[in-house]
């Protein structure tokens, strides 16, 4: 028989949680799905003991990003702070859930765990975790590019690249976790044998929450090259080519919607959180934007910021060999196309200092002035060295270069006029996202469209271009980031579905019946429509740029045959 004294859930509040790169964010959503609280620690201003530049640390040597492990600590125990300065009712929140940015990793030591499975409410939360906690005082993050020689050693180990990206859904890159792990047994043998668990960014916070280590889930834990992503297990093969006993210091990966467990009493006593507040696994940021904009297909999410980024949303494992195949977070048996693009937002910076002296407002009246297309002139501008393809450098074309030529591997060293710098660029750079698009299994059909977020969504102009580069419509999402609210919106998921959907007694079944327990998106699909519509294709743009996207791929060819391997190991950078 249910105990339970009320089935009325109305003042349950759900909290998610986003530590990312440069800040640690919290909302706080109520029964109806509306934001009631939100707060943010930015590292670089709210930790400056830190001393970190867009929260990576600034000590860290060529080629190496690093960030401490306290400073996340710390930032979480100021957020909770701020949140009940605020008003916060800690008590009603009923589940937590998670998001944290990729491929960075926490190295424990078995203080660190003992000091994790005791936690003291009588101190703050930062103040129980020293540089004796983590075998790696500042651990390697995402951006790091000095793993590049390890890829190759792993994917020589399991049989070559196809070997590798059959079993992973990826290739080896220098920003994922195995790789990682690799260089620090190879650099730091001593090191890795003293460490007793290896958390990824996500499950690190799982782990804070719950006060002890806390798994791997699938979707992020697909994002290592270390699971298999048809078994839902690490590999054999793969752990064996990464470093040795790795097995025991991960752990057995566990289903995204899986509880991590009750929230730890350290939390109860501190912030008095319900001691029945449940932890829901934590997943990356980009398993959990597309919670957050409860994605279909025939959409595609195109990230614009410091790093650009293609999220796609597909039914069945797709063949990608330039991209990352992740698990979906919410729907099992379904898989996430993840493709990064290096030269984002930077690159677009760096033009707008060198052609306008950094002012957006005179770089879109350069734009407005030449028509789609440029005239033919289009350029690949790769300051650092790219993922897909591996190339860097740059390589103007007008529309008279024949690609067979010569001439065509040379390019231009300016365009006749200086007013087609800005455009050449831009266009260069969207179609580039087109071609890896396209290759990755995108079909631009009417019914496509693009959602578009980072920082570069404020531009207009840049956004006309996306949706006439890839002739669909391009929308924008209103309110709070999508890696946020897909956080919360899990932790509401988790408790209807652990708590609310999951009493079959007869006391239940008499007063609300037996009904079929909804999906995350039937669940959600009751929510209004936060998408805008910002731009729309412009008439037979497709005439214009289909021709010059077939320019580009070839482009970007010469530019990967006329970047040495000398380049790909010692410039990665």
Known sequence: ????????????????????????????????????????????????????????????????????????????????????????????????????????????????????????????????????????????????????????????????????????????????TGPLIRRVYEESPEQYERTVRISLMSSFLASLLVGNIGS?????????????????????????????????????????????????????????????????????????????????????????????????????????????????????DEYIGLILIRNGCLVREAVCREIANGKWRLFNEMLASTPKGNAGNIEVRLDKMECTPEARGRLRWNSEINEMSDQALRGLENFEDLKYNARAVIEGQIMHRRVLATDAGIKLESITKIIALGRCTRNQHVLQIVADVFNTPVYIQEGPSPTLLGAAFRARYAFYEYREANCNCSRCNACWGSQPKLSYAEFFKHLPEKLKLIAEPSPDVEAIYGPLTDRIRSMLRMLAARTSINEKLIKYK
């Open 216 to 332: 791997i889930e699938f979707s992020d834990g697909s994002s290592m090259n270390l699971l298999d992503l048809n078994e839902k297990a690490w590999s054999e093969e793969c752990l064996e080519a990464c470093a040795p006993n790795l097995r025991q210091r991960l752990m057995q990966p566990i289903a995204s919607n899986r509880l991590q467990g009750r929230i730890a009493d350290y939390f109860v006593s501190r912030w008095n959180f319900r001691p029945d507040c449940m932890i829901v696994s934590t997943t990356g940021s980009s398993a959990s934007m597309v919670t957050g904009l409860n994605l279909e297909e025939n959409v595609l999410v195109l990230f614009l910021s410091q790093a650009d980024k293609m999220l796609i949303h597909c039914k069945q494992r797709p063949q990608l060999e330039d991209a990352s195949i992740i698990c979906h977070p919410v729907n099992i």
């Open 1 to 176: 028989m249910c105990h339970r004294l009320s089935k009325d859930y109305s003042k349950n509040s759900y909290l998610g949680l986003y530590m990312g790169l440069e800040r640690l964010e919290a909302i706080v959503i109520n029964s109806d799905l509306e934001v009631t609280f939100r707060a943010v620690v930015h590292y670089d201003v709210d930790l400056p003991e830190y001393r970190t530049t867009n929260g990576i640390s600034q000590d860290a040597a060529t080629n190496e990003f690093m960030a401490n492990p306290v400073m996340y600590i710390k930032a979480l125990d100021i957020l909770f702070n701020c949140l009940e300065s605020q008003g916060a009712k800690l008590n009603r929140v009923a589940a937590i859930g998670g998001a944290a940015h990729h491929y960075g990793a926490v190295f424990w030591t078995d203080l660190g765990f003992r000091r994790l499975c005791g936690l003291n409410p009588m101190f703050r939360l930062h103040e129980q975790f020293t540089d004796d906690t983590f075998e790696m005082v500042s651990s390697p993050s995402w951006v790091d590019r000095a793993s590049i020689p390890q890829c190759y050693d792993m994917e020589d180990d399991v049989g070559g690249v196809a070997a590798m990206v059959r079993i992973t859904g990826a290739k080896c890159f220098g920003r994922l």
